[in-house]
């Protein structure tokens, strides 16, 4: 088989040493001066950042300055990831300089307002972020230099090295792993094409091929160093010097997505053309199927564990548990936290800390839904305050003693029955999105109006921009003029009786109106 002979043996990564490294945790002390790379690699004249930040656009490019030596693609992704979805990167070693490409201009934006309150750490040392002045960065394979970024085309983009297929070795592989369950794996960080499975060394082995190469990063980035199964079944990803997979053969060893037809092979079973279609969109129920699997939730929450990696401070974290801090102490209750955090896992325990009232721990039902909670929820405002969430030290939140009274700052959740996770397969668990301006309302009576809604989120403090119905009209997606109202509206109105014991159930949508 073309290409497999590329496959080598690398240096084993353990779970634990992705959690190992320090992120931010100071005030910023002010960023004095900031610069951003041109087209042709050089400097751009240097700026104060309050200059800068006015001058340029916001774009979903960063420039990040000031890197340590020999840092890692991870470690620069890992700042960004809690602020939404890392589409691609670019480092310049030779200049301790990167350049991050975020989903979203909005998370862009989110993720500079937080850091320019809160200074952020790699490895013990300060770096500086700022927009870039390019607007997207592009991969293109014909480069091979990696030292400066070159010119893209006359829209002003970057382009960086990078192959679209993915090597992976399956180390302390105590339980089977099949093509579908890869397939199931890595689709979520983009389309899969191609896998071709084989066993190398005594070794489970495949290469996996993405539609692009920003999704194969992706992928390595949250996946490598984690396990498919609790405690073995490693997975060991780095990247193919292939371009391109030539599969002959649809069948349990080799499938190519993108070309349902092909034969099965001398004693291979067929591939039904229709699940191989179905596969080639998506299967979110595959591995919920799978005892001990990566279910749907832990897949969703891989994408937060390089954040995690870098913001548990060198904790070992594997309790579950979140600090979160820079809370408005006048407004946030157990209940409200409770509410927020619990879009994102089954929250069992929250106590706000007596001696510092700004101050929370979470404890989540597990490591995943905490990781999951700090992706989507560290930078966001809460209250008109931006908070932080990382993980904490503690094994567990601990109860008042019998007969102590702490004022009502620490509530037991533990058997509440507003978890939205509890139901193995659960359709929550394909709707988790990150906090956006869309909210979508389900359990809505049928004599509720277009009108009561409006008034009922306005009346919560936000301004309603747009409504939409969905057909049965038990369902609908309302849009506020900002995430925070967003956050605000779901934290007051989630479980709302909206009369005859009708509870308003509220999430936040990826779908805009």
Known sequence: ???????????????????????????????????????????????????????????????????????????????????????????????????????????????????????????????????????????????????????????????????????????????PVTLDVLQQIFSKFGTVMKIITFTKNNQFQALLQYNDAASAQQAKVALDGQNIYNACCTLRIDYSK???????????????????ELPAG???????????????????????KIPGALSPLSAAAAAAAAAGRVALSGHSGNSGVLLVSNLNEEMVTPQSLFTLFGVYGDVQRVKILYNKKDSALIQMADLNQAQLAMSHLNGQKMYSKIIRVTMSKHQTVQLPRDGLDDQGLTKDFTNSPLHRFKKPGSKNFQNIFPPSATLHLSNIPQDITEDDLRVLFTNSGGTVKAFKFFQDRKMALIQMSTVEEAIQCLIDLHNYNMGDNHHLRVSFSKSTI
């Open 242 to 260: 292939l371009v391109n997979l030539n599969v002959k053969y649809n069948n349990d060893k080799s499938r190519d997505y993108t070309r349902p």
């Open 1 to 175: 088989m073309d290409g497999i002979s590329d496959v080598a043996v690398g240096v084993k990564r353990g779970s634990d040493e992705l959690l190992s490294s320090s992120m931010y945790n100071s005030p910023n002390s002010g960023m004095s001066s900031i610069s951003d790379g041109t087209s042709n690699g050089s400097d751009s004249k240097k700026l104060r950042v309050e200059d800068r930040v006015g001058d340029a656009p916001p774009s979903r490019v960063l420039h990040i300055r000031k890197l340590p030596n020999e840092v890692s693609e991870t470690e620069v992704i890992a700042l960004g990831l809690p602020f939404g979805k890392v589409t691609n990167i670019l480092t310049l070693k030779g200049k301790n300089q990167a350049f991050l490409e975020l989903s979203t201009e909005e998370a862009a934006i989110t993720m500079v307002n937080y850091y320019s309150a809160v200074t952020p750490h790699v490895r013990n040392v300060p770096v500086f972020i700022q927009y870039s002045n390019h607007k997207e960065l592009k991969t293109d394979n014909a480069n091979q230099s990696g030292g400066t970024p070159t010119s893209g085309s006359s829209d002003g983009t970057l382009t960086s090295p990078s192959s679209p297929v993915l090597r992976i070795i399956i180390d302390n592989m105590f339980y």
């Open 266 to 288: 001398d004693g291979q079973p067929a591939v039904d053309p229709t699940v191989a279609a179905a596969f080639s969109k998506d299967s979110n129920s595959l591995l919920g």
